[in-house]
């Protein structure tokens, strides 16, 4: 058995969705302004307190390069509104993340090292040890120039974004909420 229920529309029911839609894009449009001012202070964060120096606990600025390129973006999306804050620098990335492994190293990288050849053929590359036999005239030392292609790495990072998003969502919230405590839904 099948009970069946009828829901009956208001005759007012176009007036109240209407109402909602308006109410709703009021309040994302005030969020996305809130949220847009929030973010500027968070890259204003990110430039003072993270790429300023001093070295070598942060990055400092030697282009202004990274500084120049931080930008905010706010979007409205079927869930609500979403903040991003990014940079289109390529080495942006390894500073906010850090890397560890192989890194190829830029064309050109050259490295000169001492080379001791020592009586049974043999050729040791190596520094000190070989600059003191050549004092005492053991072996012979040689200068030898090699391209260096790679290296390995283990950098940890000096992020820049993350802590100061992290300290600005405060103010990011405060921001939002400033901008919706200014809607009036009698004004619909």
Do not use: C
């Not at 909602?20 to 202070?41: I, P, Q, Y």
């Not at 964060?45 to 990274?66: M, N």
């Not at 804050?85 to 993340?97: D, S």
């Amino acid at each position: 058995m099948a009970t069946e229920a009828r829901i009956q529309k208001p005759r007012n029911f176009a007036v109240v969705v209407r109402g909602l839609t308006s109410l709703d894009d009021k309040v994302l449009g005030a969020a996305e302004k809130g949220m847009a001012r929030g973010l500027e202070f968070a890259i204003t964060i990110a430039k003072r307190e993270h790429l300023s120096g001093p070295r070598p606990t942060v990055l400092d600025v030697i282009t202004r390069r990274l500084r120049d390129s931080l930008e905010s973006s706010v979007t409205r999306s079927g869930e609500g509104v979403v903040g991003r804050i990014g940079t289109t620098v390529k080495y942006a990335r390894y500073h906010e993340e850090g890397f560890a492994g192989q890194r190829r190293l830029p064309a050109g990288y050259w490295r000169a090292v001492d080379a001791r050849f020592e009586r049974n053929g043999g050729v040791v590359l190596s520094g000190r040890a070989a600059a003191r036999r050549q004092r005492t005239g053991e072996v012979d030392i040689e200068r030898i120039t090699f391209r260096k292609t790679s290296a390995t790495v283990n950098y940890k990072g000096r992020p820049f974004l993350k802590p100061a998003i992290q300290k600005a969502i405060p103010r990011i919230t405060r921001a939002v909420e400033q901008e919706l405590a200014k809607i009036n839904p009698s004004n619909g």
